[in-house]
């Protein structure tokens, strides 16, 4: 079963950027996507940013213009770049991989706080 390695988290002031790294211990290239999610207090998990085996990049409209989501397939790593940070962006975030099966897989999480 595939392992997802996460890391980047912290706690960062308002306006700040974090980057996070997943590293998944199988090849990229075996996903049909690669996401984030993201889970606040009390809040179900929601869809931060999702970036296709092609590419294709989605993200929620609360992120839209501050967050970026890439992959280096050298690395075998997926990114996301969150620029901008508001209160309100703060939650433990997933890495997600989805097979070409439908099947997926969770990382373990990692707790980004944005406070004064």
């Known amino acids: 079963q595939v392992q997802l390695v996460e890391s980047g988290g912290g706690l960062v002031q308002p306006g700040g950027s974090l980057r996070l790294t997943c590293v998944p211990s199988?090849?990229?290239?075996?996903?049909?996507?690669m996401g984030w999610y993201r889970q606040a207090p009390g809040k179900q998990r929601e869809l931060a940013a999702i970036?296709?085996?092609?590419?294709?990049?989605t993200y929620t409209d609360v992120v839209k213009g501050r967050f970026t989501i890439s992959r280096d397939n050298a690395k075998n790593t997926v990114y996301l770049q969150m620029n901008s940070l508001k209160p309100e962006d703060t939650a433990v975030y997933y890495c997600?991989?989805?097979?070409?099966?439908?099947?997926?897989?969770w990382g373990q999480g990692t707790q980004v706080t944005v406070s004064s």
């Open positions: 970036i296709t085996i092609g590419g294709s990049t």
């Open positions: 199988e090849s990229i290239f075996n996903f049909a996507a």
């Open positions: 997600n991989v989805r097979y070409f099966n439908g099947g997926s897989r």
